[in-house]
């Protein structure tokens, strides 16, 4: 009966000893795995949106757009004119305005926008140098004084009969994008204006800008 006893117990805590060793390390790897798999996700992820962040900025922030120059308002102070003749001579204030759609300033040099009837100049008022802001549009007062003085060889005696006067306005805006204070990108801007007079109520008939 001693040996029995003695033969019963040495074994069998060895074994299970064993196996728990073994599944210890095998948990551990496993831990150590699943922390690998998600680091690579979040790091995969984060790498996704900044993708994202810079293709909406290159789209958007970092896309350099055209400025426009336009007339503003008109408000006439003469309006005179004789069929026969024939002439006109009129003037009015107006603003130019320079709108300016980027995510950063635009700064341009002086420039001068022409009135023309039928091509022909009939005056000229000068746009200052200036700037125009981020997201922004700048305008600047100016006084205008239009002749046909030096009109010849039109059908103008027509056109002032009929009761109604159209001119033309033009100008080139030359200037840079500012963007990030790191990027300047140059842009050119064009005005393309026509405008009605009606001549019996010296009003503005029309102002349509391209």
Excluded: H
Excluded at 122 to 143: F, R
Excluded at 144 to 167: D, I, K, P, Q
Aim: net charge positive; aromatic share 6%.
């Amino acid at each position: 009966m001693a040996e029995k006893t003695n033969q019963a117990y040495p074994l069998a805590p060895a074994n299970g000893y064993q196996r728990s060793d073994a599944e210890s390390l095998q948990s551990a790897d496993e831990l150590k795995r699943k922390k690998r798999i998600k680091l690579a996700i979040y790091v995969g992820i984060f790498i996704v949106f900044q993708i994202i962040v810079i293709t909406v900025i290159s789209l958007t922030v970092m896309k350099v757009k055209t400025p426009k120059v336009r007339l503003g308002n008109i408000n006439i102070q003469e309006l005179n004119s004789v069929p026969a003749s024939p002439s006109f001579d009129t003037k009015f204030t107006t603003q130019i305005k320079v709108k300016n759609t980027n995510w950063g300033p635009y700064k341009f040099d002086a420039s001068t926008v022409t009135f023309l009837y039928q091509g022909a100049a009939v005056g000229q008022v000068v746009i200052p140098k200036s700037k125009a802001g981020m997201l922004s549009t700048k305008k600047m007062n100016v006084e205008v004084s239009l002749s046909s003085s030096a009109l010849s060889g039109t059908n103008l005696g027509s056109e002032l009969s009929s009761g109604v006067l159209t001119l033309n306005s033009a100008a080139k805006v030359t200037g840079k994008v500012e963007l990030m204070l790191i990027m300047k990108k140059k842009k050119s801007s064009t005005m393309d204006c026509t405008i009605a007079f009606d001549l019996s109520a010296k009003t503005l008939k029309s102002l349509q800008c391209k």
